[in-house]
């Protein structure tokens, strides 16, 4: 986030005045999402395994220097206020040009996905183009290069593209070719976030969280408004780095969970996770080719692992063959009466996300199996996936969770136990 309200600013995207009496401030929200990672992790595995070329294209001015006709303003972004300003608002000054790169996109074929706005697909013959679009970085995934060629000369009639070769770097992640595939990694933003919070030299842990007890809210003194502040900042360079590290997840989302009154518990429960990526700073995640096309899934939860109000973090982890796509840890939104209910909401959530990775590769034209497969640990959570009964002990359930069932019984999923 910190990267995007620098360009903002570099771009002179707005200026800072007092709010006018007559006119109404939008509000402005920074959006860290799940679903358009899993979307680059997806097309990449699609391209990996079909040998496809993966480019990089660069918009060099991410602006358009038209003025806008009518006056928009905006709450200064949270987190990011001007503190000598606090009560101005943001006097919008240009047009995002990413607006317009998708414009030119569907003028040129392509089709705008209904199931991330970020992908645009072409597919015409034998040729297939995937172009991912994040505000100035641009990623174009083909099955022809001469398409590619086509492309570039087209889109530069309208922009000031940079064609960065194949695809290396962006938003923070670096490509690094390997035998088997492709590996992402996030080094160079690990190391500038140790260097940041002064732990780039520390002693390095083996594990993200300590196995020995739990956090609580109630745990250790409130600390004050800047280290609150300095908290906040790491936790959310934290989020960023599980684009492509899955075994931070589930203690990041703890540390998350105390945002809104950190205590010096929570600070040092963050150090721990800072000192375990010192530990893991070159691991990155890797996409190998694979012509498997088969979705499987592995859930778990953790029972009522919140001391303070008894809630669960449910999580997941997707696989489109043998790549990792796709992984979530958070923690549930009622209090589960027992493991089996836990562990059944952790599946139908693992359920949703997979029913979203199979419109979308039904949308972009690529074949997968009908039934897709998921792995729990608790024997009592496949047995109600299966069940259509409704037990007394389950009747408290919502409604929405038992769509697993259904599914099941049309055999677009098939449940299974694993051992722990």
Known sequence: MDVEIQALHKNDTWELVPPKQDSNSIYSRGVHRDITAATIRLILSIAVSKGWQLRQLDVQNA?????????????????YRDESKPDFVCRLKKIPIWT???????????????SDTSLFYYKK???VIFMLIYVDDIIVASSSEAAIKVLLQALKSDFALKDLGDLHYFLGIEVTITKQGIKLSQEKYARDLLKRTGMLMCKG???????????????????????????????????????????LSFSVNKICQFLHSPTTTHWTAAKRVLRYLKHTMTIGLKIVRNPSTVISGFSDADWAGCVDDHRSTGGFAIFFGLNLVSWSARKQ??????????EYKAVATATAEIIWLQSLLQEIGVPCPK?????????????????????ARTKHIEIDFHFVRERVMHKFESVSCRSS
């Open 125 to 127: 013959n034998s040729i």
């Open 205 to 247: 842990a083996t594990t993200p969280l300590s196995v020995s007890g739990k956090l609580s809210a109630h745990d250790g003194v409130l600390l004050g408004p800047e280290d609150a502040t300095r908290y906040r900042s790491i936790v959310g360079g934290l989020q960023y780095l599980t684009l492509t590290r899955p075994d």
């Open 63 to 79: 602006f358009l220097h038209g003025v806008l006709e009518e006056e928009v303003f905006m709450k200064q972004p949270p987190g």
């Open 100 to 114: 317009q790169t998708g414009s030119t996109c569907l003028q040129l074929g392509f089709k705008a996905s209904k």
């Open 371 to 391: 039934q897709a497969r998921i792995w729990c640990d608790n024997i009592g959570a496949t047995y109600l996936s299966a069940n259509p009964v409704f037990h």
């Open 333 to 342: 939104a009622t209090v589960s009466r027992s493991s089996t209910e836990a």
